[in-house]
């Protein structure tokens, strides 16, 4: 059994940052491949960006490269996303997703409930 449970979401202007906390717990996923995804209203949940259990090998959806950051500290078991040049279109829940078979775009079997991001233009 495991969990992972997201914070750090909120209301920020655009151009603002934000940076999203994914704890887990309850197992180790310090070998887990972990990823963030999000669903806007009326949308489909889609990925955003994933990291190799080793924190060497980071991959990201072309929305959001260069102005987001995946990291993860395995001491702590905690995935980051820090997010900045927020637009309004970023507006979405995010969530965390942690794979230990793989490291791919379509997430693993573990998800957390997901933290409401919304970007105020």
């Known amino acids: 059994q495991g969990w992972l449970e997201e914070s750090g979401g909120g209301l920020v202007q655009a151009g603002g940052s934000l940076r999203l906390s994914c704890a887990a717990s309850g197992r180790t996923f310090s070998r887990a491949a972990m990823g963030w995804f999000r669903q806007a209203p009326g949308k489909e949940r889609e990925f955003v960006a994933v990291i190799s259990w080793s924190g060497s090998v980071t991959y990201y959806a072309d929305s959001v490269k260069g102005r987001f950051t995946i990291s993860k500290d395995n001491a702590k078991n905690t995935v980051y996303l820090q997010m900045n040049s927020l637009k309004p279109e970023d507006t979405a829940v995010y969530y965390c997703?942690?794979?230990?078979?793989?490291?791919?775009?379509?997430?693993?079997?573990?998800w957390g409930q997901g933290t409401q991001v919304t970007v105020s233009s």
């Open positions: 997703n942690a794979d230990t078979i793989t490291m791919t775009t379509t997430g693993g079997d573990y």
